[in-house]
Structure formats: C-alpha cells, structure tokens
C-alpha cells in the first residue's frame, strides 16, 4: 500500500525541503506563459504553499507524488503579488499576477476541485496515482462533500484514461472553448 499523508502533518524542518516544494509547483505547465517554466513557478509559489491542500504519496521514504485539492475558496497556494513583481518586475509582475487570480477565482465555482495530480516520473505505474485519487475522494468525503470534480486538459489521454479508470465520468462540452479542458466529476460517499 502506498503511504499517503496530508502534507500539513510532516514537520517543518520536513516541509522546507527545497524538492519537496518542486514537486509541488511542477504542475500548472498549462499557465506556463503566465508563471513561467518549473523552476520559475517554484520561486513564484514555493513559500506559499497551503499544506492542508495537499495529499502526499511516499515511496521508499520519498515523495513521488502529490494531489492538490481546492476547496471553501482556499486552493494550494497562497495568492501573494510580492514574489511576482520581484521576478518580472512591477508591470508584467502586477499583470501576471492578476492573470493568475483570475485563473484561481475560475475555479471557484467547484465545491470540491483536484487541482493537480502529479507523479515523479520514476514512480509512475505503480499505482501511486491511483491511491491519490482514493485518498482524495476520502479526504472530501469526511468533510461532507458529495462530490470531486477536476479540469483534465483535452490533450492528456493517459490522464483521461486514469480517471475513468477510478470511477470518474467526463460532464458535457463546455460552450466556451478555452481553457482547453474537459470537466469531470466522481461522487464519494459522504461519511459521518
Ligand atoms: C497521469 C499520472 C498522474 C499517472 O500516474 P501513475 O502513478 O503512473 O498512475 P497509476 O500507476 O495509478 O496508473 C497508471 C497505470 O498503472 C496501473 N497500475 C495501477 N496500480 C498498479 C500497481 N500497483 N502496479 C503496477 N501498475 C499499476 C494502472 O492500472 C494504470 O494502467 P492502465 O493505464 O493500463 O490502466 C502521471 O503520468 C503524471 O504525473 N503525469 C504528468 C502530470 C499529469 O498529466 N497530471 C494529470 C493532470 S490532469
């Protein structure tokens, strides 16, 4: 079985690990041209992780995977416009940022979003995704929510493929076509 721990349970000296918070801010490559490559979304984010938002997968005593959860208005990353502005200076700082926001606020309509799901490539197909995902359907679950719901891009076949394979189901085509995603939704049973 595959531990997985809410990332806000590890220790502080634990959650200063600089490769902890590359795992972390490796994602959202989509919003590349507003936050930069990986290394340039770990300055912008790496000191402003939600930790509560994360689950972690380990394997050998490494993390090798992360599912990133959005919920009650608060996503994985703090909104901080400071660690913008000293990257790409005031103007396309102040700008970038707010495209950003209005990225995150997006999200908001959702009660309950995966907001990411990554697995170190090394780790990949061992089930470790597979266990995030029923660690995050839990996670919602005792706290009452009905259901999960994720933004899978319309490029991503194999991710698509997994969360059908873990009893998710695509919801109909949006009218707008942009962002380029797909929405789908997994019903968990609320536990007491
Ligand atoms: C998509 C991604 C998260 C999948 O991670 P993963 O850990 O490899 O996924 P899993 O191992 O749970 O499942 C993949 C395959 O391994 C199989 N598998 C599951 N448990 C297994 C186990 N214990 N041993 C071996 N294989 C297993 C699954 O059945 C699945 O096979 P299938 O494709 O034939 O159905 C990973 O490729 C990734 O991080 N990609 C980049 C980021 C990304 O695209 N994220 C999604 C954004 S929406």
């Given at each position: 079985?595959?531990?997985?721990?809410?990332?806000?349970?590890?220790?502080?000296?634990?959650?200063?690990?600089?490769?902890?918070?590359?795992?972390?801010?490796?994602?959202r490559?989509?919003l590349?041209?507003i936050i930069?490559?990986?290394?340039?979304?770990?300055?912008l984010l790496?000191?402003s992780?939600?930790?509560?938002?994360?689950?972690?997968?380990?394997?050998?005593?490494?993390?090798?995977?992360?599912?990133?959860?959005k919920?009650?208005m608060r996503g994985?990353f703090a909104l901080r416009v400071k660690p913008f502005v000293?990257?790409?200076?005031?103007?396309?700082g102040t700008l970038r940022f707010a495209a950003f926001c209005l990225s995150e606020c997006r999200e908001w309509?959702?009660?309950?979003?995966?907001?990411?799901?990554?697995?170190?490539?090394?780790?990949?197909?061992?089930?470790?995704?597979?266990?995030?995902?029923?660690?995050?359907?839990?996670?919602?679950?005792?706290?009452?929510?009905?259901?999960?719901?994720?933004?899978?891009?319309?490029?991503?076949?194999?991710?698509?493929?997994?969360?059908?394979?873990?009893?998710?189901?695509?919801?109909?085509?949006?009218?707008?076509?942009?962002?380029?995603?797909?929405?789908?939704?997994?019903?968990?049973?609320?536990?007491?």
């Amino acid at each position: 079985m595959v531990p997985i721990v809410q990332g806000s349970s590890l220790t502080p000296d634990l959650l200063t690990d600089p490769g902890l918070s590359r795992l972390v801010t490796e994602g959202r490559g989509s919003l590349a041209f507003i936050i930069g490559n990986a290394a340039c979304r770990q300055r912008l984010l790496g000191a402003s992780i939600h930790w509560d938002r994360i689950l972690l997968a380990f394997e050998d005593g490494q993390a090798v995977g992360y599912a990133a959860l959005k919920y009650q208005m608060r996503g994985p990353f703090a909104l901080r416009v400071k660690p913008f502005v000293r990257e790409f200076g005031w103007l396309s700082g102040t700008l970038r940022f707010a495209a950003f926001c209005l990225s995150e606020c997006r999200e908001w309509r959702y009660p309950f979003l995966l907001y990411g799901l990554r697995v170190s490539r090394s780790a990949r197909n061992h089930g470790i995704a597979s266990a995030l995902l029923q660690a995050c359907s839990k996670h919602a679950a005792t706290r009452g929510f009905r259901a999960v719901y994720l933004e899978v891009p319309l490029a991503n076949d194999r991710a698509r493929h997994l969360y059908l394979q873990n009893g998710f189901s695509l919801l109909r085509k949006r009218w707008v076509p942009w962002p380029p995603v797909r929405t789908m939704r997994r019903y968990v049973e609320t536990q007491p």
